[in-house]
């Protein structure tokens, strides 16, 4: 089983940054597969980002240059640093957790975190 706690939303005006972070518990924090994901009101969740646990990385392209996900295995933490920020990336943002063997996916997400950016 594993916890995570997103924390770092907040209301911006365009342009600005904001950093969000995911602490995860367990010590097996390294070994997932882990994204930010994001659900504007009326719209269906979408995945932000995304990173391997050897760190490859993944972006959805409206966030391409300004958005930079990170983890610390160390601190069983994901990081998103939003920079640059537009209105339209108002929404509630989602720390997820996967780890698949043969047989099956395990999935684990956090509570969320909104971020409001105002024009």
């Known amino acids: 089983q594993v916890q995570l706690v997103e924390s770092g939303g907040g209301l911006v005006q365009a342009g600005g940054s904001l950093r969000l972070s995911c602490a995860a518990s367990?010590?097996?924090?390294?070994?997932?597969?882990m994204g930010w994901y994001r659900q504007a009101p009326g719209k269906q969740r979408e995945l932000v980002a995304s990173?391997?646990?050897?760190?490859?990385?993944n972006y959805a392209d409206s966030v391409k240059g300004r958005f930079t996900i990170s983890r610390d295995n160390a601190k069983n933490t994901l990081y998103l640093q939003l920079n640059s920020l537009k209105p339209e990336d108002t929404a509630v943002y989602y720390c997820?957790?996967?780890?698949?063997?043969?047989?099956?996916?395990?999935?684990?997400w956090g509570q969320g975190t909104q971020v409001t950016v105002s024009s």
């Open positions: 997820n957790a996967r780890i698949s063997s043969v047989l099956k996916t395990y999935e684990y």
């Open positions: 367990g010590s097996a924090f390294s070994v997932f597969a």
């Open positions: 990173i391997t646990s050897s760190s490859n990385t």
